[in-house]
């Protein structure tokens, strides 16, 4: 029976890699995959998964108006899937999610959700809620703290390294725009 996933981690954990992993795994073996990121993330390569290893896939753009059901069944029906990987799945609806649960379920094709738990002021993202309540496996992708411990929220920074406290949910950047902390140095930070 295939089931819905969700990888989930702090900034900097390894999320895309791992995805990328799996992905290759699959094609190794002869079987092929739909591979899906955020449209919003361009980052690095608009229509591709990247790591910052230098890992690349392409893969198809998600919009906030994207059916994924209707474009999974219509990939299906031309190439038989054997797995659906989604990287930046925090930017997620939650009826893109319940259609996700869809695949899993009427279409057994496992589906690998992976992505952020929390923005930057430690509020789930919609995608990422949904995920959480609905997938039938919750995996956490670890990363290290400064300190040594377990990373587990992103904290927004500006140019010159401070805090940001206030903003808009989404704000797409890498290293120079977050540190992933632990609870205790994120709230220290995040205090002030």
């Not at 954990?13 to 992905?23: E, F, M, N, R, V």
């Not at 940001?164 to 977050?178: D, F, L, P, T």
Request: glycine letters at 8%; charged letters at 20%.
């Amino acid at each position: 029976m295939a089931k819905l996933y969700f990888y989930y981690a702090s900034m900097n954990a390894g999320k895309s890699t791992t995805l990328l992993q799996a992905d290759f795994n699959y094609r190794e073996r002869g079987m092929h995959t739909m591979l899906w990121t955020a449209a919003l993330d361009d980052r690095y390569h608009a229509g591709a998964v990247s790591s910052r290893i230098g890992l690349r896939a392409d893969a198809h753009l998600f919009t906030p108006e994207t059916d994924l059901l209707i474009a999974v069944d219509a990939e299906h029906a031309s190439s038989p899937l054997s797995c659906l990987l989604v990287d930046e799945a925090q930017f997620l609806s939650r009826d893109q999610v319940l259609q996700l649960a869809r695949v899993a379920d009427e279409r057994g094709i496992p589906v690998l959700c992976y992505g952020l738990r929390t923005d930057f002021q430690a509020q789930l993202f919609p995608g990422s809620a949904a995920l959480l309540g609905l997938a039938d496996a919750l995996i956490e992708i670890k990363a290290v703290c400064h300190c040594g411990r377990k990373s587990t929220m992103n904290l927004r920074v500006d140019g010159d390294g401070k805090p940001v406290r206030e903003g808009a949910q989404i704000g797409i950047g890498g290293n120079e725009s977050y540190l992933a902390l632990c609870r205790r140095h994120f709230m220290e930070l995040a205090r002030g």
